[in-house]
């Protein structure tokens, strides 16, 4: 127990039993009762309580940590919210479950002094932190003359004495990038949304792990997991043990619903029947969430279904996609895409929002002022850059700028079902 941070007492498990306290031990325990009671984040419309049960839990810690190991020795930094199941799940029971231990964050501004503070080897995250923390470590880089060029060939020296020599001595090559994450961070699992491969890729490179999963409140959370030993860094994994996922009526790009079975499935929504039956038929959970499969049995992360723009010509667009494409760019912050109609043609027309990265396109243009048609030039350019790699069906025919962020969940995810969100006034 800690007071202002001295230890006042501390009591382990072990400890009380001995001392003949049996309270744990003579405790009944009904697995199929619900024990939380969860909200789903909300992204499309109002959040729903999920019932989960000790079953439930418990079932997808014992999956989780078949996958990724974690041991006593390993301590996180915690920096999401404990209502949501997937810190609650992953960032919380499963480490006090392989005896770990775990540190909470002061706020998402002190992250960077609690992780020298707190020395993680392991923490659970959203992809927009992480993007955020590498882009800060190049453009650190960048800072300094010849600082790219240097980063990239300690990563590359790394590397090499890795595969052909079988010495790992990124650490010290990377010293400070280590040393302001902490010095002994190994394992990020991130979850909740899609990640530029491009940073998981970054990230390991470096010596830190980044593994990407999928899951759901529903699914206590976690369905589908990238394990330590197999990986792929656009993918969002294998279906973890006990865990059945399926592609419910694919279309001839092989896209359909992915639909899951297993223990992790809930009990139910909360006061909701109906939506329960909705959800849950002969023992499938439907997630409404669209996907694709590979042969190996990777999973591909396309959009929700109630965010898919259809065409007149019945094309189906996945808004998603396109603001992955988009947001990769780096002169683009955030984008939000969806169906526009336009009153001439009759036809929906795709629309993006996007909030720009002001300082990168300061940089680019080696101005301290921009004006609204800089950005507006630079922008344009990004969308046909995009374009050129989509199938005319998929062109996003017109864009907005946005200064200020969208309104969010807890984890980092648009609310795409709020009016706010797409207005054009900044």
């Not at 029971?93 to 707190?118: D, M, P, T, W």
């Not at 052909?164 to 909740?192: Q, S």
């Not at 899951?260 to 929504?269: A, E, L, P, T």
């Not at 680019?364 to 002022?369: A, F, G, M, T």
Request: glycine share 8%; net charge positive; charged share 25%.
């Amino acid at each position: 127990m800690f007071v202002y941070g001295r230890i006042q007492k501390i009591f382990t498990s072990s400890n009380l039993i001995a001392n003949g306290c049996r309270d744990f031990l003579d405790s009944s325990i009904d697995e199929n009762k619900m024990v939380i009671l969860l909200f789903t984040s909300g992204t499309t419309g109002f959040a729903k309580g999920v019932m989960l049960s000790h079953k439930n839990i418990c079932s997808n810690i014992m999956s989780i940590c078949s996958t990724v190991y974690v041991d006593s020795t390993d301590s996180s930094l915690s920096i999401l919210p404990l209502h949501h199941t997937y810190e609650c799940t992953i960032g919380f029971l499963c480490i006090i479950y392989r005896g770990g231990s775990i540190a909470f964050n002061e706020g998402l501004r002190h992250i960077g002094r609690n992780l020298k503070e707190v020395k993680p080897t392991l923490m659970i995250s959203v992809p927009l932190l992480l993007e955020n923390i590498y882009k800060k470590i190049w453009d650190r880089a960048g800072k300094k003359i010849g600082g790219k060029v240097t980063l990239r060939a300690a990563i590359w020296l790394g590397l090499f004495l890795k595969k052909f020599f079988r010495i790992d001595v990124r650490r010290k090559l990377l010293r400070p990038i280590h040393e302001n994450l902490g010095g002994r961070l190994r394992l990020i699992i991130t979850g909740a949304a899609a990640i530029n491969p491009k940073v998981s890729k970054g990230f390991r490179n470096m010596g830190i792990k980044v593994l990407q999963g999928y899951g759901l409140t529903e699914c206590s959370p976690l369905v589908i997991g990238n394990r330590d030993s197999a990986f792929l860094d656009n993918s969002v994994g294998l279906p973890i043990p006990g865990v059945e996922a399926r592609i419910y009526n694919p279309d001839e790009k092989g896209i359909g619903e992915i639909i899951v079975k297993g223990n992790n499935v809930m009990i139910g929504y909360f006061d909701n029947e109906e939506a329960t039956k909705t959800a849950i038929k002969d023992g499938w959970f439907y997630t409404g969430d669209l996907g694709k499969m590979d042969k190996s049995g990777y999973f591909y992360i396309t959009g929700r279904s109630k965010n898919v723009i259809v065409t007149k010509n019945g094309k189906n667009i996945y808004p998603e996609e396109l603001e992955d494409s988009i947001n990769r760019n780096p002169f683009v912050q955030e984008s939000l895409v969806w169906g526009k109609l336009d009153e001439n043609s009759g036809e929906t027309l795709v629309h993006a929002q996007i909030i720009p990265n002001f300082e990168a396109i300061k940089e680019k243009l080696k101005s301290i002022q921009i004006s609204k048609d800089d950005i507006t030039k630079v922008l344009s350019d990004v969308i046909k850059s995009v374009n050129k790699n989509l199938p005319l069906y998929k062109h996003i025919k017109n864009f907005s700028i946005r200064d200020n962020e969208f309104i969010k969940t807890t984890t980092q995810k648009i609310k795409r079902h709020l009016k706010q969100n797409y207005t054009d006034k900044c």
